[in-house]
């Protein structure tokens, strides 16, 4: 229907309308839909965008030594992703970030998805995001296919960046909702080699606080942790060394 026809309907509706109101009424009439309230929009005038820098920088594939130093081959060292985190276990700017819900090592692939995607997703006028974790540093190293055992450890295959469960690896703020920003965030936890989790600082404080009223309110005084103290039924024959430390808590 071209816009010439469209509009000629449209003036003979509202003709035919003016004819079938009153003439005593003489009040005008006026075409209007339902009325529904929306919510004012969030505030974001206190919240300042870092100029420096609003996107992920660049992390090296290979730590730079200086010269003359060689590359130093390291052990598994898996009490570097064991425990909690107690250092990087909260939001710098109190907005939103993605959480380690299990220890883990994050290798240079998985850094640079989670850079390329919100490189790509984020609008860099409004929001921005900050790294909470390092460069790949520790190595790992493995033999070539079908070598016989012996011979000294392996050449360095690659590095990777040790995680503990609760670690915050990302960090996204600005003058953004929690709504706007989940889809981006929730696509990179997903594809995490250990399980993560999209957070907000209130998400965060109300699960500690759920996490100490449980154990506040506990009426059973036989939790994993009075047995291993305790060594009941001699648990301490065949438990794990990991488990008398973190109490079954953290795998």
Same mark, same amino acid.
């Given at each position: 229907?071209?816009?010439?026809l ?15 109101v009153?003439?005593a009424v003489?009040l005008?009439?006026v ?6 309230h929306?919510p004012?929009?969030?505030?974001y005038? @206190? +919240?300042?965008? /870092? %100029?420096?820098?609003?996107? !992920?920088r660049?992390?090296?594939?290979v730590p730079q030594?200086?010269? @003359? +130093?060689?590359? /130093? %081959?390291m052990?598994?060292? !898996?009490?570097l ?6 250092v990087h ?8 970030g993605?959480v ?5 090592m994050l290798?240079?692939g998985?850094?640079e ?32 296919q ?8 392996g050449?360095i295959?690659?590095y990777v960046?040790p ?5 915050v690896?990302?960090?996204?703020g ?11 965030m929730?696509?990179i936890?997903?594809k995490l080699p250990?399980p ?12 500690r606080e759920k996490?100490e ?7 059973n005084?036989?939790?994993f942790?009075?047995l ?8 301490h024959?065949?438990i794990k060394n990991?488990?008398?430390?973190y109490y079954g808590k953290?795998?």
């Amino acid at each position: 229907m071209s816009f010439s026809l469209l509009s000629r309907h449209l003036h003979r509706s509202v003709s035919l309308c003016w004819q079938r109101v009153p003439a005593a009424v003489g009040l005008p009439w006026v075409q209007k839909a339902g009325f529904r309230h929306f919510p004012a929009p969030p505030d974001y005038d @206190g +919240i300042e965008i /870092p %100029k420096e820098r609003q996107k !992920l920088r660049f992390f090296d594939r290979v730590p730079q030594y200086p010269a @003359g +130093i060689r590359a /130093p %081959k390291m052990t598994k060292r !898996l009490d570097l992703i064991r425990g909690e985190e107690e250092v990087h276990n909260n939001l710098i700017y109190n907005q939103y970030g993605i959480v380690a819900r299990r220890g883990g090592m994050l290798r240079w692939g998985h850094l640079e998805m989670i850079r390329m995607t919100i490189a790509r997703k984020i609008n860099v006028n409004k929001t921005f995001a900050i790294w909470r974790i390092d460069a790949p540093w520790k190595s790992i190293t493995k033999k070539g296919q079908g070598k016989r055992m012996g011979g000294g450890k392996g050449s360095i295959d690659h590095y990777v960046t040790p995680v503990k469960a609760g670690r915050v690896i990302i960090e996204v703020g600005g003058k953004c909702s929690l709504k706007e920003v989940y889809p981006i965030m929730n696509m990179i936890a997903e594809k995490l080699p250990f399980p993560a989790e999209v957070v907000s600082q209130k998400m965060l404080d109300t699960q500690r606080e759920k996490q100490e009223k449980l154990e506040r309110e506990n009426i059973n005084p036989y939790t994993f942790k009075y047995l291993i103290q305790n060594n009941m039924l001699g648990c301490h024959k065949w438990i794990k060394n990991i488990d008398k430390e973190y109490y079954g808590k953290y795998v």
